[in-house]
C-alpha cells in the first residue's frame, strides 16, 4: 500500500491545456515535496510546502498543501512540451524517522 | 548542482556476481541515500547514511550492503546479484533539515541482471 497515492498515474494532453496532478495521504506530513525527472536523469527538487493551505507558485506551475497537510496538488497552466517528464510527490510525515515517503509518479507528456 | 557523480551509469552483469556502485559528493554532507526506481513503484530506500560508518536500512534492504569509509564516498554492494535487482539506482543527498529533507539526487545507475 503506497502511503502517497498519486493521481493520475499517466496523463497525455495537447500544448495550452491546463492539468492537475494530485498527491493523497491518510497520514500527516511537516512538509512535502514536488521534483521532476525527466528520462535518464535523478528527480530535481521543484518545491517543498510546509504550512496548511499553503500556495506556492513557479511560472505556470502552482502547488498547492491541504488545510489539513494530508494532501496536495500540482496545477500546470498552459502546458508546454517542456513540462514533460514524470512529476513525484514526497513528504516527511510528522512524529516520523524523517524519512521521505515517495508516491509513485505522475507520468505527464504534452503534445507539441 | 550538488556535485553528484554515480559509477558506473550503466552495468550489465550475470546473476551471482557481486556489483558494487559508487556515489561521490564534494559538498560534505552528512546524509546520503541509496534508492531503486521501478515502475510503478516510485523512488524505494534501500540503505541511507548519515556518517561515516554510520548506516542504516531502508525499506527495501535486502540483499544489498553499504559501507561509508569517507564523507564523500556512498557504495552499495549487491552481494550476489538477482534479477529482481534489475533496476535503475539513485544516489541521494539531503540538502537541507531534518524536516523538510529536501534531496539532491546524482544522474543515476541503470543495472541489468541476466
Known amino acids: 500500500t503506497q502511503l502517497l497515492e498519486q493521481s493520475p498515474q499517466f496523463l497525455s494532453i495537447q500544448e495550452g491545456e491546463n492539468l492537475t496532478v494530485y498527491c493523497n495521504s491518510s497520514s500527516v506530513f511537516s512538509s512535502l515535496q514536488w521534483y521532476r525527472q525527466e528520462p535518464g536523469e535523478g528527480p530535481v527538487l521543484l518545491v517543498t510546502?510546509?504550512?496548511g493551505g499553503e500556495v506556492k507558485k513557479l511560472k505556470r506551475l502552482t502547488f498547492q498543501f491541504g488545510d489539513a497537510r494530508k494532501d496536495s496538488s500540482l496545477h500546470i497552466t498552459a502546458a508546454q512540451p517542456g513540462d514533460t517528464g514524470l512529476y513525484l510527490c514526497a513528504g516527511v510525515r510528522v512524529n516520523s524517522n524523517y524519512q521521505l515517503i515517495w508516491g509513485a509518479g505522475t507520468k505527464l507528456i504534452i503534445k507539441p | 548542482d550538488a556535485g553528484i557523480t554515480q559509477s558506473p551509469r550503466h552495468k550489465v552483469t550475470e546473476t551471482g556476481t557481486p556489483v558494487t556502485l559508487r556515489c561521490h559528493q564534494t559538498?560534505?554532507?552528512?546524509?546520503m541515500y541509496w534508492y531503486r526506481q521501478d515502475p510503478g513503484h516510485g523512488l524505494r530506500l534501500i540503505h541511507y547514511?548519515?556518517?561515516?560508518?554510520?548506516?542504516d536500512k531502508g525499506e527495501v534492504s535486502d540483499g544489498y550492503s553499504v559501507s561509508r569509509s569517507k564523507t564523500e564516498d556512498f557504495l552499495l554492494t549487491l552481494e550476489s546479484a538477482t534479477s529482481s535487482q534489475t533496476s535503475v539506482y539513485f544516489c541521494?543527498?539531503?540538502?537541507?533539515?531534518?524536516?523538510?529533507?529536501?534531496?539532491?539526487f546524482g544522474p543515476g545507475t541503470r543495472l541489468t541482471v541476466l
Open positions: 559538498e560534505n554532507h552528512r546524509y
Open positions: 547514511s548519515y556518517g561515516v560508518k554510520d548506516t
Open positions: 510546502v510546509v504550512t
Open positions: 541521494a543527498i539531503r540538502v537541507t533539515g531534518a524536516s523538510y529533507n529536501e534531496q539532491f
